[in-house]
DNA sequence: TATAGCGTCTAAAACGTTTCATCCAGTCGG
DNA sequence: CCGACTGGATGAAACGTTTTAGACGCTATA
C-alpha cells in the first residue's frame, strides 16, 4: 500500500530527486531550511528506503552472513552473539544460515547468499576437503572467513581455537589424576575438531606413556549419541573398562554422565568425565561437568572483525590465521577424591 | 571481478537479454536448442543472479525473517528449526535476527526489514504493550505473524503454547504430590509467558485451595537468575521453606536446582522442583527435571505456515490464532518417593 | 570588472532484472 | 493462395536508488 519513492518526497517537498537521497546520505550537504522540509514529507508519507534499489546501485548489500553446523548447538549460538556485536556495530546486519551439517543445505546457502551479493561470509565449512563453493565467492570478491576451521588457506582468513592443544590438556588432566584405561568418545572423525582433539590426547598420552587411549566413535555429537556410545563402553568387562571418558564435545559428555549414572555408576569415582565446550549447562550438569573452555564469543568477535576489515581495504587485505587456545575447566566428573587409580 | 551481467550472457549466447530472463524463469518457454545455448554460456562465465535487480523488480524479497528474543535460547532455537523447515521448502529463505529483549534492538532489526522489504515477519515482540512497528509493517502490506506472544489482535494471525494451561498442569501435579508450600520463580513479569504461567499456577491452587503460593521475581531467565532466586529461598526458615518451586522456564529450574544440591538439600525430597519448555539437557540434569513441554518445532512450522499462506493470498486472507497445548512430563525432580507432606 | 570559488541544487545516467507488447516465420484451414 | 494462428524470440519500459557532471546565484579576490 504505502510504498511512497523518493520521487514522491522529492515532489511533495518541492525539491528535485537528488536533493532527498543527499538529504539521506550527506545531510551536510543540504540547506537546512530544505533539509527539514525533505524530512517533513518523509516522515509524512511513511517513506522508507528501498534496500533493493540501494543495493544494486552499491553492487552489494550491507548484510554479513554466518553458516553454521547448528543453530541449536550452543557453541555456535555464542559464537553468533560475539559476531553479531562486532557486526552490528558496524551498522550492518548478521543473518543467520543453518547447515544442519548437510552439504547440501550448505551449498544452497551460499549459492543464495552469493545472489544476494552479501558482504561477507563467516563459515564453518561441512566437510573439510576443497571447497569450490567458497573459492567461488572468493572470485567473485565477496571476503570469507572460516571459523573454527582449517586456518591452512592461504585465501582466507580463519580465526580457530587449538583443538589439538584442547585434546592435550584434557589427557594430561586425566592421566595427573591416575587414569590409565581412557577412552575418547566422539565421531565422526571427518569432523575436524573430533579428529584434532583426538589427535592431541593421543600426543599427549605418547609422550607420557603407561596408559591405554581407547576410542568410540559416534555417529553424531549428540546426547542420544553419547549414551549410545557409553552403552558399549559400560558392557566392557570391569577390569577392561576405562575409568576416564574424554569426549568430544559436552552434549556427548552428558549423554554419557546420563548412561552412567542411570546404571549406577558413580562420577568421577568409577568413571570420570571431561568434555569440550563448557557449555552453560556443563556447570548445572548431574555432576558438575569439567571441560574444555573455548573463547566462543571471542571467536565470533574476531571473525566478524577480520571480515569487516577484509570488506573494507579490499585488494591490500593480508589474510591473518587467529588461534585462541582453549582452557581447561576442572569440575567435580574429573576430580579424585581419594583413592588412587589402579 | 566475475560480476558477469545476464547481457553478457545474452551476447554470448547470441540471443536476446530476454530470452535469458525467460531460460531462467519459465524454461519450457524457449526451444531446447536455445535453452541449452544459454545455459552453456551461464557455467561458462560463472554467471549468478543478481539478487537486489530481482527484488526491485518484484517489489519484495525472497526472505522471511524471524525475530527472537535470545538466539541462544533453546527454546527459540527449536522454534527457529521448525520455521526453517517450511521456509525452505516454499524455496524461501529465513533469516534469524536476535533482539535480546532489548527493544531498541528490535526496532532497528524491523527498520532493517522493513528496508529489505521482507516477504514476512515471525516475531517474539518484547514488551506486550502496543506494537507500532509492527502496525507499521502491517501498513505496508508485509504479513506479521506473533509467535508465542498474545493471540488476541484482529490484524495479525498468531501461534502460541496455552502458558495458562501449562502452568495450571504444573501447579495440578505438585499439588497431586501432597505440596501445600509452593513458590513460583521468573520474571521479569513483563514478559507474558512469565505472567500467564503464574496466573495458570495461581488458579489452579485457587480452584483447588488449601495451600500457599510464594512468588519470587527474577530479572531474568537464566540459569544464574535461577540460582540467585534460589538462594533467597534456601535462606528461609525450614519451616516456612517451601518444598517445592515451580519455575518459569527450565533455565531458571536449573539454577534452582544448582543451588539447593550445593547447599547439601535433596531433589525431590527436600525440594521437588518442575520446570518450563522441556530443553533438552531437562532430562540430563543433575536430577532428570519434570518439565511442561512445548511443542516447539510444530510451533515454528505452523507460523512459518501462516506467514506464507497470508502472503500468498494476500487481501482475501483471514488471519488466525492458533493455540498448542502443553504437557507435563514428570521426572525425577518432582516425583514423590514416599512420606507426606504438608 | 572579470574570475574563481563556494554552497546549493538539478538532471540524467547507471545498476541488473522481469515483463509486456510486438514481431517474425512458419503452418494450417479454408 | 490468403488470413489466422502459433511457438519462439526481441526491444523497451519499469522498478527505486545513488552518483556524477553541471547549472545557478553569490561572494570574495585579483
Redesign the interface.
Known amino acids: 500500500?504505502?510504498?511512497a519513492n523518493i520521487k514522491e518526497v522529492a515532489r511533495h517537498a518541492g525539491v528535485s530527486l537528488g536533493t532527498v537521497s543527499n538529504v539521506l546520505n550527506r545531510p551536510d550537504t543540504v540547506a537546512p531550511a530544505t533539509r527539514q522540509r525533505v524530512l517533513d514529507a518523509i516522515t509524512e508519507l511513511?517513506y522508507?528506503?528501498?534496500?533493493?534499489?540501494?543495493?544494486?546501485r552499491a553492487?552489494h548489500?550491507r548484510t554479513v552472513a554466518i553458516v553454521v553446523l547448528d543453530?541449536?548447538n550452543?557453541f555456535f549460538?555464542?559464537v553468533?552473539?560475539g559476531a553479531?556485536q562486532v557486526v552490528?556495530e558496524a551498522g550492518a546486519?548478521l543473518?543467520?544460515?543453518?547447515s544442519g551439517e548437510d552439504s547440501a543445505?550448505e551449498r544452497?546457502?551460499l549459492?543464495?547468499l552469493?545472489?544476494?551479493?552479501v558482504r561477507g561470509v563467516l563459515i564453518t565449512p561441512v566437510g573439510h576437503g576443497p571447497q569450490p563453493n567458497l573459492d567461488?565467492l572468493i572470485?567473485?570478491?565477496i571476503p570469507v572467513v572460516l571459523v573454527d576451521r582449517g586456518s591452512g588457506r592461504a585465501s582466507r582468513c580463519s580465526v580457530a581455537v587449538d583443538d589439538v592443544l584442547g585434546g592435550r590438556l584434557a589427557m594430561d588432566h586425566l592421566l595427573d589424576q591416575g587414569h590409565r584405561r581412557i577412552a575418547y568418545l566422539g565421531g565422526p572423525f571427518s569432523i575436524a575438531q573430533v579428529a584434532e582433539r583426538h589427535a592431541g590426547a593421543a600426543a599427549a598420552l605418547e609422550e607420557r606413556g603407561g596408559a591405554e587411549l581407547r576410542v568410540a566413535t559416534t555417529s553424531s555429537l549428540t546426547?542420544a549419541a553419547g549414551r549410545r556410545a557409553a552403552e558399549d563402553l559400560l558392557a566392557l568387562p570391569t577390569r577392561q573398562r576405562p575409568t576416564a571418558v574424554f569426549c568430544a564435545n559436552d552434549l556427548i559428555a552428558?549423554?554419557v554422565?546420563?548412561e552412567v549414572t542411570a546404571r549406577g555408576l558413580r562420577v568421577p569415582a568409577d568413571v570420570a568425565i571431561v568434555g569440550y565446550d563448557d557449555i552453560?549447562?556443563a556447570?548445572?550438569?548431574?555432576?558438575p561437568l569439567s571441560s574444555v573452555r573455548q573463547p566462543r564469543e571471542q571467536l565470533g568477535r574476531t571473525a566478524a572483525q577480520l571480515l569487516l576489515e577484509e570488506a573494507q581495504s579490499g585488494e591490500t587485505h593480508q589474510h591473518r590465521h587467529v588461534v585462541f587456545q582453549p582452557e581447561l575447566v576442572v569440575r567435580r566428573s574429573s576430580e579424585q577424591t581419594r583413592r588412587a587409580r589402579r
Open positions: 500500500m504505502a510504498a511513511g522508507v528506503r528501498n534496500d533493493s534499489a540501494r543495493q544494486l553492487g548489500s543453530v541449536a550452543p549460538t555464542d553468533v552473539r553479531e552490528e546486519m543473518v543467520v544460515c543453518n543445505r544452497r546457502h549459492e543464495l552469493e545472489e544476494q551479493r567461488k572470485d567473485r570478491g546426547v552428558l549423554g554422565l546420563q552453560e549447562f556447570g548445572a550438569a548431574a555432576v
